[in-house]
T-cell receptor, first 110, second 113 residues
Framework: AQRVTQPEKLLSVFKGAPVELKCNYS??????LFWYVQYSRQRLQLLLRHISRESIKGFTADLNKGETSFHLKKPFAQEEDSAMYYC????????????FGKGTLLTVNP | DVKVTQSSRYLVKRTGEKVFLECVQDMDHENMFWYRQDPGLGLRLIYFSYDVKMKEKGDIPEGYSVSREKKERFSLILESASTNQTSMYLC????????????FGPGTRLTVT
């Protein structure tokens, strides 16, 4: 069975500092991995997906199959990055069912 | 823009009541999902539907049922609400376009007293 682990419930950094939100997964096949974000009083939305290898709002995430990780990184955090971040895994199949981690609440202090 | 709407933002019900949560999407998506979101537990899938009248249990289906009579509408039903079903409920949808992106509704915060 697939599993997504986000080891940090809370992460607090200062503005301008680098930030890394950790995500590890357990899945024997070839996963599709995503980061979703929920800003205060907004709906949950997709931030980025590993297959597109893009940078969104300065965030990047690299899939490391050897370490089964998909950590989210940003070199210089901004206050507007404060939000709840969820890592999610799609194990394939035709139903696009996602398995979510428990989330990390990022606070960027001024 | 994809729009997923949920019938209520806030709902207060009494223990034992039957509760209906409605979700509507306007993008002709085949797949629809119901999650509950709890602090420290993340998002947990309750049920999903991949076609009209088709449904599958998610990870925590106990105490819930669903209905999908029309493609755009997916209802979550709490047959007899209990206090441990107090939570934020999120609906999502996705199409068969291989983008994998799930589009979420704004959520319904249900309190069962």
């Amino acid at each position: 069975a697939q599993r997504v682990t986000q080891p940090e419930k809370l992460l607090s950094v200062f503005k301008g500092a680098p930030v890394e939100l950790k995500c590890n997964y357990s899945y024997s096949g070839s996963p599709e991995l995503f980061w979703y974000v929920q800003y205060s009083r907004q709906r949950l939305q997709l931030l980025l997906r590993h297959i597109s290898r893009e940078s969104i709002k300065g965030f990047t995430a690299d899939l490391n199959k050897g370490e089964t990780s998909f950590h989210l990184k940003k070199p210089f955090a901004q206050e507007e990055d404060s939000a709840m971040y969820y890592c999610a895994l799609d194990s394939g199949g035709s139903n696009y069912k996602l398995t979510f981690g428990k989330g990390t609440l990022l606070t960027v202090n001024p | 823009d994809v729009k997923v709407t949920q019938s209520s933002r806030y709902l207060v019900k009494r223990t034992g009541e039957k509760v209906f949560l409605e979700c509507v999407q306007d993008m002709d998506h085949e797949n629809m999902f119901w999650y509950r979101q709890d602090p420290g537990l993340g998002l947990r899938l309750i049920y999903f539907s991949y076609d009209v009248k088709m449904k599958e249990k998610g990870d925590i289906p106990e105490g819930y049922s669903v209905s999908r009579e029309k493609k755009e509408r997916f209802s979550l039903i709490l047959e007899s609400a209990s206090t441990n079903q107090t939570s934020m409920y999120l609906c999502a949808s996705t199409g068969a376009d291989f983008s994998y992106e799930q589009y979420f509704g704004p959520g319904t915060r249900l309190t069962v007293t």
